[in-house]
């Protein structure tokens, strides 16, 4: 993958860096971020000069649409320093393609592709020093669009702010986790924009997941708003059921969204001959497999967590262990995906992306 850097950006560099007060071996997800910050507004119909600033505060007015009525779409990405000091992105042109699909379901502008892409390889190489070396240790990447207009009237935004903040992190997940299969609320519907990386899916969820947090579990398996017996997401990612030794995962819907880790454990996964089936899995069948002995693994996939096992699953006040076998799915596709993503083995599927870093500093 290669993209064309053009685009005379305007570049305030930071005076110092804040990277020596940053302890790296306890980074709490998301509250550390690096010392620059990309911004483009979106003014009389069109994005205006792109600018790398130090990171700071923005300031905003308190009538500002994204505050009411919701218009705000992100991505989640990762950058990764090879064992050669090498910076590596995984599939951004998934995230590109999809941030822009999340932004026309909310009646956003588009952000060009070529802007994107230059934002990314400036911001990482000037941070570059933020990614460090080593099993999880990445930067994560957090583009994302809100509406800047100042009108408290409920129509689309004719103003926007295009952001993206980097986080340096570790391990987002640590352990397996139990999950409740949800039987009443619902993360998304037909119709809705449950597809798309819209931020009011997030807020929708908290909710009932603190609700089965009292009760004991970790996360919860969405199920279909309709009749709360299609099994479709876990938690904030796609989730994959290993049945005997098929992978079972639901298609994409307008409800479910497509996960950039999903398709790759697809792919990898059809690669090596494992029996994937993109279809609808009852929760009936789940427990059946579960009662039989059948069921073998259920896994989370996302670009946060990378998988995340799932250790036992409730449903209908009952609870039910999962037996896994010594060699599971998810550990192996895990370090399949991470072991292209720290560029420890060939790449057969051309996903890494390489960050030129010389070109910038």
């Known amino acids: 993958m290669s993209t064309d850097i053009s685009t005379n950006f305007v570049i305030e560099k930071a005076p110092t860096s804040r990277i020596g007060d940053v302890d790296f071996d306890n980074l709490s997800f998301g509250t550390v971020f690096t010392d620059h910050m990309f911004e483009c507004d979106y003014v009389n119909g069109e994005w205006q000069t792109p600018i790398i600033r130090p990171y700071q505060p923005i300031m905003v007015h308190p009538a500002l649409k994204v505050f009411h009525y919701g218009q705000a779409v992100f991505e989640g990405m990762k950058a990764y320093k090879d064992d050669d000091g090498q910076v590596w992105m995984f599939r951004p042109d998934q995230n590109q393609v999809r941030i822009n699909k999340s932004a026309k379901r909310l009646a956003m502008p588009e952000f060009p592709k070529e802007w994107f892409f230059e934002a990314l390889n400036r911001l990482l190489s000037m941070d570059s020093e933020w990614i460090k070396k080593g099993e999880g240790n990445v930067v994560y ?10 009108e408290i009237l409920a129509s689309p935004s004719n103003q926007y702010k295009f952001m993206i903040i980097l986080s340096p992190v570790r ?12 039987e009443h609320y619902s993360r998304s519907a037909d119709g809705g924009v449950g597809a798309a990386k819209a931020a009011g899916n997030y807020a929708g969820q908290f909710y009932p997941t603190n609700l089965a947090k009292e009760q004991g579990y970790q996360q919860v398996i969405w199920t279909d708003a309709n009749t ?53 899995l009852t929760v009936t069948e789940l427990v059946n497999a579960a009662n039989d002995g059948s069921l073998k693994e259920i896994f989370g996939a996302g670009t946060a967590v990378v998988v995340s ?3 036992s699953f409730s449903y209908n006040g009952v609870d039910y262990p999962i037996d896994q076998p010594e060699h599971t799915y998810s550990a192996h596709f895990k370090k399949r995906l991470t072991d292209i993503q720290y560029n420890r083995v060939e790449d057969p599927f051309g996903w890494r992306y390489k960050v030129d870093v010389e070109k910038f500093v």
């Open 171 to 182: 391990s987002y997940f640590r352990g397996d986790v139990s999950v409740v299969i949800a």
């Open 309 to 311: 096992p799932v250790k």
């Open 141 to 150: 990447i957090r583009p994302f669009i809100i509406a800047t207009q100042n």
């Open 228 to 280: 709360h017996q299609f099994l479709e997401e876990a938690g904030t990612m796609n989730v994959f059921f290993r049945i005997n030794d098929a992978l079972i995962t639901a298609p994409i819907s307008d409800r479910i969204l497509d996960g950039v880790t999903r398709k790759s454990i697809i792919d990898i996964a059809q690669s090596e001959g494992v029996d994937v089936q993109v279809r609808k």
